[in-house]
């Protein structure tokens, strides 16, 4: 058997990785900047797709059957962004005659749709957060929502995702704007500029359930992720279980969650998203129908293997676990590591690799895409890595994740490890007493700044001593020289260059 | 040999002499035996002979005097200058000239908002930069008035180029 | 709080690891050739202790005593190996008025000797091999033994440990030659030629149990872990749970086990040794008491921090589990990496690692106490580094570590990496069809290395085509020049030079 | 170019060429188009470009045409010589001289078995060194005299350090 990978990064990686363990060969692909990519190396086949650009490459659906027809895959495995959630590809895989692994495309077609799944949400009795299920038609009824329902609202491209097309309302002279600038970003991103209102839920959290279901009638959910910590309404960081979610709640939110994999004729392991307020009520979201960049911390804490599974699913086997098999242990954390720089405002910082060791030992895992020697390109999502722990209980999970993070070392490219060596020793981080817009908040202070500059003295005496040690050996060596004093430290400026002719940095 | 290290706005004199087996090093008034072996070209370990305090050192050295380092998980930005680098430093500060708006990563331009002869104030917007799926606007570090506007939108610029000068 | 690691290598950093996430300060000792090991650079602080010949240094008590005052430590943790199981070094330890992380040294010493521990077997009705518990005086009392239990039976040193100073007698007319053999040993390696007799148990498995009690009279074991792939009585990879053993048999040797564990008056975590043969009986072999190599698969399966316990334990503080709370989840395998090559007769391979990549994702850990970059010296145990995998049950373990094993890539030594490819291709491995004979018989036939030869043709293929485009691109430049083409493949020569001045191989 | 590539008892012809984007490798009546990357000093990523096979290689050159690679997972010795040195190599091996026992790992000399004027079969044990706690008999490879011993007991010695000498 063998399997496409439609996709690049550490999800690529991941999914080969489950490949292998399988017995089922691989076929990657890559764009012209990808050539070096670990996914390319660790498949058994690579094929060139296009240049850099996603829409010609990652996007290109053609030139993915293509690579699936020279390769001669029998399975499509579309990870998560790019073509994941798009049902075109889904039916074209299909009807190329090979197996989709993801769920049927109706099922794909109907989460899509953000009023379509409110509707399905209210059919099946899911509570939803008060909003209008229709798209806004203009302002008047945008006015007429807010004066029934109150401030503050949110508005939502009706095709919208990870945090592109959302626009927060609070104060009723800003409603002409943003949804005139909601409508614009929706057509400029999405090629739809249809917009609905939700009231929105203030200082809530963002969990989510994971769910799995075969053709056979049988589905299950895995418990919760708490992945309340986001960066302009992207995750980053996860954790299960929930620190708010006690048995009830996570039966509850479990069977709402089945409710909705029920209704929508469901198979695959996916996601339902929801919103949880101060009270412990919850609200449904969205549906993810594809696998979670946060997979990971379900399954470290659940003992399972949810890219296995999803393959197993899409072969049309049953599901491996029932219900009452699936108990959590422990507790889990996920950090995504981005190529950018949390002391420049999170400016993207592609580049070399220079130096990258990895945290090991008892209780971590990296998920990583990237190796020593990579380069980072500019021109897709910033994510390079996962840094997953798993320890007996929460304390002991922030513990290791602090370790984790001393150990995690990178250099040549600035990553948001910086940020989660701050963030660990935030209370509020430690006592898990935060909210979606708790990181937000955080970063428009001066508190995080504050921490990342209380730089220990004994270290940053540290710092100098070795800078001037290290600045007298290589005295005398011609600045820019790739071979330097033959220590290495500029080679990666030469390899740069060789391998992308564009940026030192 | 005797170093001006610069971080930040704090600079320190500091005198290394290797010595057998490592280095001495003077700060200020604390002088201290040092142990300092590299793993390779960004790793080192360094070590103070006397109280056995043991630091892992990550590297890397930018395209001139410029240091980032790691001592465990903390990071430093250092300029590591000569006494002579240290005074031409200054003195480069202190002349006055055009103010460059130079591009901080490399990316593609989105947008240009301003033309030659216009006058901007300190934090206008004066360029947008996109890189992995991600708008950067970059901001004008002080008022001036637009001589020359070295891109358009839908170019690609490296790290470091030219984009805008401002009088 | 304060912790001296009184060891070197993977098991000084697991240590360091646990100190980290427990919030102590940790100081480090260091041998010549270990200055730049990845424990000196982890710990705050470090100390040398001598030259490289351990005798010198790592089981040197009055200088490991000089840095722990030094350095201020409060408490000293052995490690393995070394002065782990040195009774006088607790007590040293302790008259210097620190913690010593480990059992008291009463029962230190009481375990510590075969006969004295097999006295207590007996005395707490734990089943014990045929054998005698005093040391043989004479030729004529081993020829008694004989002719009442009959053979093939084995010869042990009194002081012996890891192999060393055991012999097997299948055969009347070699007894005498084996006999004088032992003592010498013993002799040699433990300056104790005293030797006794048992029978030897055949095609028998070796099965341990991990036990933990505290100071407030609790005690548990956490399950156990099956130890019989061994060369030359020394472990090679560890598993848990043993695929042989079912909940009945679980808990009667975990009885047993606690039984020894309450006679000696043990205290801190600790491991009881079994033999089981083909019909399920299991005899007692030994105690060791200390931390164990392999207690990571334990880690895994029963989701908990055996360094964290040890310490705590140390410190007085209550056992952190009831019995029931101990539930085995899934299957972990460990392998040893060795500094050894398997196609050269497993001669050492010291030396500076030139690569080094590291498997990741699900269910992989990697505990090692080296670096890209590290000079394995020849002084030491050739341990490097454990390959630990873990997986919802043994099939997922085995292609787990099938998986883990294409990614781990090592150049510059010759490591077992190579050993355990071929043998997760072996039925028996597959299987768990072995006992502690079966390596070394494995060894000794054709057909590991016919596994070894069985080269993939098209693996083959693509080396030496990848050979000649290496050596088109190096062509003209001179060899043995350090800095080359510039791609650095020389480099580890010469930083073998400067660093140790001694081998480049 | 032409290489003669040696592993084990084997021989085969390889010619190379460079092409824009990467070689050609001719090898009996095989031509591929071939992709190499190195990655650094140690990896390189190897695609056939027409099946798309592709194969992560980490290597590592010898002090002389010694090569190590791991393709995936396996293991491979090569030599890689050109044709003029393939030729002087098969004289050599060719020629016969005195045959030379060499340390093939450095550790100490713990027994020396032999003195001048013994004679030994093949097989025989020679030396016993000792590294990383582990014993090592060293052997004859053929039977003959003993014409040299070079170290004694406790002596440390270098990998490829001559320690006997056969006639």
Avoid at chain 1, 368 to 388: E, H, I, R
Wanted: aromatic share 6%.
């Amino acid at each position: 058997m063998k399997l496409l990978v439609a996709n690049r990064g550490e999800i690529a990686v991941r999914i080969i990785r489950g490949c292998r363990e399988m017995g089922i060969e691989t076929v990657a692909v890559y764009s012209e900047v990808d050539r070096q990519s670990p996914h390319v190396l660790m498949a058994d086949q690579a094929f060139p797709i296009g240049p850099a650009a996603a829409s010609a490459s990652y996007l290109n659906i053609d030139r993915l059957l293509a690579a699936a027809a020279a390769g001669g895959a029998d399975l499509v495995h579309p990870g998560y962004g790019f073509l994941a959630e798009n049902a075109e590809f889904a039916e074209r895989v299909e009807a190329a005659g090979m197996t989709w692994v993801g769920p049927p495309p109706a099922a794909i077609r109907l989460m899509g749709s953000k009023t379509e799944s409110r509707k399905l949400a209210i059919n099946t009795g899911v509570p939803l957060v008060p909003g209008m299920v229709e798209p806004l038609a203009d302002l008047a009824q945008l006015e007429a929502f807010v004066d029934q329902h109150g401030l503050p609202v949110l508005l939502k491209a009706v095709a919208g995702g990870g945090g592109k097309g959302m626009r927060e309302v609070h104060d009723r002279s800003e409603l002409a704007a943003a949804f005139e600038r909601a409508r614009s970003e929706g057509g400029a991103y999405f090629g739809d500029d249809r917009v609905y209102v939700e009231r929105l839920v203030v200082r809530a959290r963002h969990i989510e359930v994971q769910v799995a279901a075969d053709r056979h009638g049988n589905a299950v959910y895995l418990g919760e992720r708490e992945c309340s910590i986001q960066r302009r309404h992207q995750k980053v960081v996860e954790e299960c279980p929930s620190p708010v979610v006690d048995a009830d709640l996570r039966q509850r939110l479990g069977e709402a969650a089945l409710a909705i994999v029920r209704g929508s004729g469901y198979q695959s392991v996916g996601t339902v998203e929801f919103l949880v307020d101060r009270s412990g009520e919850f609200y449904f979201l969205e549906m993810n129908t594809r696998l979670q960049v946060e997979h990971p911390v379900t399954e470290e804490v659940y003992g399972v293997d949810l890219v296995r599974e999803m393959i197993n699913l899409s072969l049309g086997r049953e599901l491996s676990w029932r219900q009452e098999d699936l108990l959590p242990r422990g507790h889990a954390i996920e950090c995504r590591i981005y190529a950018e720089d949390p002391l420049r405002n999170f400016a993207p910082s592609p580049g070399l690799i220079a130096l990258l060791v990895r945290p090991g030992g008892p209780g971590v895992r990296v998920d990583s895409g990237v190796f020593q020697g990579s380069v980072v390109p500019l021109d897709y999502d910033p994510m390079v890595a996962k840094l997953v722990v798993h320890a007996s209980d929460r304390p002991a999970a922030v513990a290791r994740l602090r370790r984790a993070l001393q150990e995690y070392q990178v250099r040549g490219i600035a990553t948001t490890l910086t940020l989660f060596r701050a963030l660990v020793e935030m209370d509020e981080f430690v006592e898990a007493d935060f909210h979606t817009g708790f990181l937000d908040e955080l970063l428009a202070s001066e508190r995080l700044a504050e921490v990342h500059g209380r730089q220990d003295p004994e270290a940053e005496e540290a710092a100098v001593v070795a800078a001037v040690c290290l600045a007298t050996l290589q005295a005398g060596t011609v600045v820019g020289d790739p071979f330097g004093d033959g220590d290495g430290s500029h080679w990666w400026q030469e390899g740069v260059r060789t391998q992308h002719g564009r940026y030192p940095r | 040999m005797k170093w001006v290290v610069r971080q930040g706005d704090a600079t320190r004199e500091v005198v290394v002499e290797r010595v057998p087996d490592g280095f001495e090093v003077v700060m200020g008034s604390e002088r201290r035996r040092v142990d300092l072996i590299r793993l390779d070209g960004a790793m080192a370990s360094l070590r103070y002979v006397d109280g056995g305090q043991s630091f892992s050192v990550s590297y890397q050295r930018g395209t001139g005097r410029e240091w980032r380092l790691a001592v465990g998980e903390r990071d430093f930005e250092l300029e590591v200058l000569t006494p002579v680098e240290a005074i031409e430093a200054s003195a480069a500060a202190a002349a006055v000239g055009p103010s460059r708006l130079d591009a901080p990563i490399p990316g593609k331009v989105v947008e240009v908002h301003v033309s030659v002869g216009d006058v901007v104030q300190a934090g206008q917007p004066l360029v947008v930069l996109e890189a992995m799926k991600m708008e950067n606007e970059l901001t004008a570090k002080q008022a001036g008035k637009v001589i020359a506007v070295h891109v358009e939108p839908g170019q690609i610029i490296d790290a470091g180029g030219l984009l805008v000068e401002l009088e």
